[in-house]
């Protein structure tokens, strides 16, 4: 998530980014508010200073999610979760978290601390219009009116119980608190997200009939992602339930088909690529591990050199891409395998030689098993999430 990251900052530790969709986002609550909400509620001032209000608007908007998130991560932070950072992006932002909160109560108040920020802020700035008003300009007031009715709709907004915006964080933490069993409240927070999700796009799709095109296309993108983000905080949460603290050695596969450094690499197709199938072999001589050899490395060399070079002139190194140690947890070993885009990691002990292969596909078939014979009972209470959000 978010690879187009634009690192601008860090605060009290945390890191702030902006995903390059956030400038389409900036640029359209820009020209909204230039042409459309300021020039209707507040009259008489030239094409110049409007735009200039919309532009302030906008950056006002930027510090409005940053507070907001800012202050998940604090309170996140309070309770003992490691926070990777905050990211800006097209729908808003996100507070990155490496890990779900271990318990209810940690969960509804990290989850409560967002609407409470905003409502927090939109206070203070009705509280400065209110002082300083007849000081200002009116187009200095009219954006800190913007902004701070803008933060009590961002607070309601997120407490609407559609998971994962915080509403939906919050009903976890509550149900959660009540069964006491985080896979089954995530099921019923993540479905009511789904619904809402729905909603908007059924929303967006009248809007669009009706004429109101720009608003149409944004209640369906904001459902699209509402009900997509929901399923996938749902999939990732029953991954992680499964997979956390199996260590790799439970999956990996000790009789490994090795390739000697010396063939050639039109031999390495024939013998090895086409026989077993697999786009990855680990590169062996007298019983040491020297690399290992791909698809993509193959790929890149011409086909008519096949011949005049060997496996050893084409073979990738040994690095934390491509190795796990056998007693890694398997949910880091999918982690690796989704930042990297590797199906299959080599299996190293501290000597340095070959264990085992681990592979997607064989860490696949063990979850499927694992939730077709597991009920939601079967999760405890404190089972953690590796989960964006």
Same mark, same amino acid.
Request: glycine share 8%.
């Given at each position: 998530?978010?690879?187009?990251k634009?690192?601008l900052?860090?605060l009290f530790?945390?890191?702030?980014?902006?995903d390059?969709?956030?400038?389409i986002l900036? #640029?359209?609550?820009?020209w909204?508010l230039a042409?459309?909400?300021f020039?209707a509620?507040f009259?008489? %001032?030239?094409? *110049?200073v409007y735009?200039?209000?919309g532009i302030?608007? *906008?950056i006002?908007?930027? %510090?409005?999610?940053?507070f907001h998130?800012?202050?998940h991560s604090?309170?996140?932070?309070k =309770?003992g979760?490691?926070?990777?950072?905050?990211? !800006? =992006?097209? =729908?808003g932002?996100?507070?990155e978290?490496?890990?779900?909160p271990?318990s209810a109560?940690?969960?509804?108040?990290?989850a409560s601390a967002g609407p409470?920020?905003?409502?927090?802020l939109?206070?203070i700035?009705?509280?400065i219009? *209110?002082?300083?008003?007849p000081?200002?300009?009116?187009?200095?007031?009219?954006?800190?009116?913007y902004l701070?009715w803008?933060?009590?709709i961002?607070?309601?907004f997120?407490?609407?119980?559609a998971?994962p915006?915080d509403?939906g964080r919050?009903?976890?933490?509550i149900l959660?608190?009540?069964?006491g069993?985080?896979?089954w409240a995530?099921?019923i927070?993540s479905?009511?997200?789904s619904?809402?999700?729905?909603?908007?796009?059924?929303?967006?799709?009248?809007?669009?009939?009706?004429?109101?095109?720009i608003?149409?296309l944004?209640?369906?993108?904001?459902?699209l992602?509402?009900r997509?983000?929901?399923?996938?905080?749902?999939?990732?949460?029953?991954?992680?339930? *499964?997979?956390?603290g /199996?260590?790799v050695?439970? =999956?990996?596969?000790?009789d490994?088909?090795?390739?000697p450094? $010396?063939?050639?690499?039109? /031999?390495? #197709?024939?013998?090895?690529f086409?026989?077993?199938?697999y786009k990855m072999?680990?590169v062996s001589?007298?019983? !040491?591990?020297a690399?290992?050899v791909?698809t993509?490395? #193959?790929?890149?060399?011409?086909r /008519?050199?096949?011949t005049n070079?060997? #496996?050893a002139?084409?073979a990738q190194?040994c690095?934390?891409?491509?190795?796990?140690?056998?007693?890694?947890?398997?949910?880091?070993?999918?982690?690796l395998?989704?930042?990297t885009?590797?199906s299959? !990691?080599?299996?190293?002990?501290?000597?340095?030689?070959l264990?085992g292969?681990?592979?997607l596909k064989?860490? !696949?078939k %063990?979850l499927?098993l694992?939730l $077709?014979l597991e009920? $939601?009972e079967q999760?405890?209470?404190?089972?953690?999430?590796?989960?964006?959000?």
């Amino acid at each position: 998530m978010f690879e187009r990251k634009i690192p601008l900052f860090s605060l009290f530790g945390f890191k702030v980014g902006i995903d390059i969709t956030w400038f389409i986002l900036a #640029v359209l609550v820009a020209w909204s508010l230039a042409t459309g909400l300021f020039p209707a509620y507040f009259e008489g %001032f030239s094409k *110049a200073v409007y735009w200039w209000m919309g532009i302030a608007g *906008a950056i006002g908007l930027f %510090f409005s999610i940053v507070f907001h998130e800012f202050c998940h991560s604090l309170v996140a932070r309070k =309770f003992g979760l490691q926070m990777k950072g905050i990211t !800006l =992006f097209l =729908f808003g932002g996100v507070a990155e978290m490496s890990e779900e909160p271990a318990s209810a109560a940690a969960e509804f108040w990290m989850a409560s601390a967002g609407p409470a920020s905003s409502v927090l802020l939109a206070v203070i700035l009705f509280v400065i219009h *209110a002082i300083a008003g007849p000081v200002l300009a009116e187009p200095v007031k009219a954006v800190i009116i913007y902004l701070a009715w803008l933060n009590i709709i961002l607070a309601v907004f997120n407490l609407i119980p559609a998971f994962p915006l915080d509403g939906g964080r919050i009903l976890r933490s509550i149900l959660w608190k009540i069964k006491g069993n985080l896979r089954w409240a995530t099921k019923i927070s993540s479905r009511l997200g789904s619904a809402f999700g729905i909603f908007l796009i059924v929303l967006g799709v009248i809007s669009f009939i009706g004429g109101n095109f720009i608003g149409g296309l944004w209640y369906g993108l904001i459902g699209l992602f509402i009900r997509g983000a929901s399923q996938s905080s749902y999939q990732q949460m029953l991954v992680s339930s *499964a997979l956390k603290g /199996e260590p790799v050695r439970r =999956f990996m596969k000790t009789d490994v088909v090795t390739v000697p450094p $010396d063939i050639s690499v039109a /031999e390495l #197709v024939q013998d090895y690529f086409y026989k077993h199938h697999y786009k990855m072999f680990p590169v062996s001589q007298n019983d !040491l591990l020297a690399g290992c050899v791909t698809t993509k490395q #193959v790929k890149d060399l011409p086909r /008519e050199q096949w011949t005049n070079h060997s #496996v050893a002139d084409i073979a990738q190194s040994c690095t934390k891409n491509n190795t796990v140690g056998p007693d890694t947890d398997s949910l880091k070993a999918l982690s690796l395998m989704n930042r990297t885009g590797n199906s299959r !990691l080599m299996v190293v002990n501290n000597n340095g030689r070959l264990e085992g292969i681990i592979s997607l596909k064989d860490m !696949l078939k %063990f979850l499927s098993l694992k939730l $077709d014979l597991e009920s $939601d009972e079967q999760f405890p209470v404190g089972t953690p999430v590796n989960q964006q959000t």
